[in-house]
């Protein structure tokens, strides 16, 4: 292949992502991913499972109203069933029916998988491939073929799987995607194999690649598969995906672009999308983003104290691989007790505050950072609060609120007294949590109380309960993450907590810490952070 071509890039995310457990998008966070890939760049975009569900069948109706500025819609469906009339079969009637130009089918590549688990003969395997793919040709579509277990198929059987990619490619098929269905073939089988199809069929636009991550290669294996001259590439946003998942797009594209010299979205500066994509589908999913994902985690290019740190602040690049900047993200040092007085002024530059804050402010911060860490605070998981900590080193610096005091009640709402109604039938009665809080802000002081799902959600309500009034702008938090850890262990129900906060708005994700041997204070100081956090950046 030309070494400047394009790489196509195929999404299917909306499909094959969906099928990972925990992920079930609906038609609007659906049309929301569409929308952002679109912008990405993307080639194409696998948009469901045609005639699978309503939900599909409404997104296809629903996306040919959306105008796309780059990216195809494709259908996903199968081959005829076995001694059926392809006219008449439910799989190419429901291909049809989505309206797409695009179409892409999955059939059998593996002589093993056609007699053991469809059970039907070789020979009318291919039949069943040729005949789908001339029907819908005649239809005036543009067909992809999947040609499933593939690779395996080929190690067991090479010139069967070779047969139906012939079969396919004669039939008139526009691609012809290589499919590691299992996801256990290494990416130097991969290349080996990919090499021997390509010099086979002799057609450098032709063939693509679906690898599944179960041996924790798809990215490496979908690589190897570019080296050895696939047109196109296949993934989801994230690596989403059944089992262990897809070959993550996400990496896919930055390896290409940054380390291949392979062009694959609309422009070069598309690429500096990456981290925000990766971070709004997380979002649409309810999928918490993984810190350390390669190039877009927040702690992908996140440096600790120690030798690596130290190299970083002399030169980003002896310890960075590329340019945060090239994927839209940023580099960070983290403050531990661990730390030096060069780190934390680091952190004051980044902040924009090293005109107001000098060497010795760097000195005592670091003595907090290092008595707090003492205490259970862990700084490095929780970069907002130690922000927070050094913005309150700022001669002029006022919280936007003051803790007065507060009360948590939590009540077993029970029926009647024991034996007439205490946890009948080993039921649990409702949990009643209330907050009840007085707080100081702008010179006045607020009381108020209410009720939440649990302790800390109730301390939460009564918070912005109490300031909204005087900020309006809280609503738009929303918490993402609340994890417990013990940091003396060994000391039982009086061991010291570490609670931390995640939060996040429309634009920004954030983290804050609190430590304390009562898990409600410990929760009050990461959720008291998070707010100050907040309303400190939407101020400046």
């Given amino acids: ?96 029916s989505a309206e797409t130009d695009f179409v892409t089918i999955v059939g059998k590549a593996s002589a093993y998988q056609t007699e053991k688990i469809i059970k039907t003969s070789l020979e009318e395997n291919i039949n069943m491939i ?30 069967y799987s070779l047969l139906s990619i012939k079969t396919a490619i004669n039939a008139g098929a526009k691609r012809i995607i290589l499919c590691d269905t299992n996801g256990g073939t290494l990416p130097s089988e991969i290349y080996e194999i990919t090499k021997v199809v390509l010099n086979e069929f002799k057609q450098d636009d032709l063939f693509g690649i679906h690898t599944h991550n179960d041996t924790d290669t798809a990215v490496a294996s979908t690589l190897s598969a570019v080296e050895a001259g696939i047109f196109q590439v296949q993934g989801c946003i994230n690596g989403y995906g059944e089992r262990t998942g897809n070959a993550n ?30 971070n709004f589908v997380s979002e649409v999913a309810n999928k918490r983003p993984f ?145 009840t809080i007085k707080l100081r802000t702008k010179g006045k002081s607020v009381h108020t109380a209410a009720e939440g799902n649990g302790p800390v959600d109730a301390l939460d309500k009564a918070t912005r309960k109490g300031l909204i009034d005087t900020f309006p702008e809280i609503n738009k938090i929303r918490l993402t993450d609340y994890i417990v850890r013990v940091v003396e262990e060994g000391t039982g129900t009086g061991a010291v907590v570490r609670v931390i906060i995640e939060s996040s708005d429309e634009k920004d994700v954030w983290t804050t810490v609190g430590a304390s041997s009562n898990i409600i204070e410990a929760s009050w100081l990461a959720l008291s952070d998070s707010i100050e956090w907040f309303l400190i950046k939407n101020s400046q």
């Fill in 130 to 159: 040729a005949d789908s793919i001339e029907y819908l040709r005649s239809k005036n579509k543009e067909v992809f073929f999947d040609a499933e277990h593939f690779f395996d198929g080929y190690k067991e059987n090479p010139d």
């Fill in 291 to 435: 810190p350390f994902q390669p190039f877009v985690g927040k702690n992908a290019f996140t440096h600790k104290g120690g030798m690596h740190a130290a190299g970083f602040l002399i030169d980003p690049k002896s310890f960075q691989h590329i340019e945060p900047t090239d994927v839209g993200n940023e580099s960070s040092i983290s403050i531990s007790e661990l730390s030096g007085k060069k780190s934390v002024m680091t952190r004051i530059k980044n902040l924009g505050l090293e005109k107001i804050l000098d060497n010795k402010d760097a000195e005592k911060i670091i003595k907090v950072i290092k008595d707090k860490e003492s205490k259970g605070y862990a700084f490095e998981l929780a970069g907002s609060s130690l922000d927070l900590l050094i913005y309150k080193y700022l001669p002029n610096y006022e919280p936007k609120f003051e803790l007065v005091d507060f009360m948590v009640i939590i009540e077993n709402k029970r029926r009647g007294s024991m034996g007439t109604g205490w946890r009948q039938n080993d039921q649990e009665h409702p949990m009643l949590s209330e907050a």
């Fill in 1 to 96: 292949m030309n070494k400047s071509q394009k790489i196509e890039i195929y999404d299917t995310t909306l499909r094959d992502g969906t099928q990972q457990s925990g992920i079930n998008l609906s038609l609007e966070e659906k049309i929301l991913i569409t929308k952002k890939l679109d912008e990405l760049g993307v080639d194409f975009i696998e948009g469901g499972f045609a005639g699978s569900n309503p939900k599909d069948e409404e997104y296809f109706k629903r996306i040919k109203n959306l105008e796309l500025k780059h990216s195809k819609i494709v259908s996903f469906g199968q081959t005829r069933k076995p001694n059926s009339n392809v006219k008449e079969d439910p799989f190419i009637k429901a291909l049809l």
């Fill in 249 to 278: 797009l996400i990496s896919v594209i930055a390896n290409l672009n940054l380390k291949m010299n392979k062009k694959t979205l609309v422009t070069d500066k598309n690429i500096s999308q990456l981290t925000n994509v990766s």
